[in-house]
């Protein structure tokens, strides 16, 4: 057992995944809608105008095509965790170009070699916030996760939607 598989943090993986898979499926009944998401131990947060109807229909089909084997819709192109992925690598590229830099002149000598570092740091790190979802972030499996409700939150012309799961 892995810390990933501790209670706590596989329901939160879980969760997760089904946020993707809801808006991976949401996307593409709204292709020009807006949306985010935040999941936590009890469920996920869909932030966006979205019918609550037309969200938990697409709820119940991630779930029930994640169940089928679909795991691959847990993984999102526009995560956090491809964001934060990319400026680790970008930043910490940056910061060795920088590194024995002892003056204002020796650093601003040192830019383009520091920005072109960072562009090569983010072009090539393209691929690890997929695969860091796929096997930290996020889980395909949704191992007896069931939804318990999906209701809405309106803050004036703020719309977003509670996602109640459990298991």
Not at 111 to 135: D, E, H, K, M
Request: hydrophobic fraction near 45%.
């Amino acid at each position: 057992m892995t810390i990933l598989d501790t209670t706590v943090l596989s329901r939160i993986r879980r969760n997760h995944g089904l946020e993707h898979a809801t808006i991976n499926i949401l996307s593409q009944r709204f292709p020009y809608r807006r949306l985010a998401g935040y999941s936590f131990l009890g469920g996920f947060f869909i932030l966006g105008d979205i019918p609550t109807a037309d969200l938990r229909e697409a709820v119940i089909q991630a779930l029930a095509r994640m169940n089928n084997g679909e795991s691959y819709l847990a993984v999102h192109e526009h995560c956090g965790t491809n964001y934060v992925a990319s400026g680790f690598v970008a930043g910490l590229l940056a910061w060795l170009g920088m590194a024995g830099a002892k003056s204002k002149r020796d650093q601003v000598e040192r830019l383009p070699l520091v920005i072109a570092l960072a562009t090569f740091g983010f072009i090539f790190s393209q691929p690890l916030g997929p695969a860091i979802q796929q096997r930290v972030t996020t889980s395909g499996d949704p191992q007896g996760l069931s939804i318990v409700d999906v209701f809405p939150i309106r803050f004036g012309q703020f719309a977003m939607h509670r996602v109640v799961t459990q298991g």
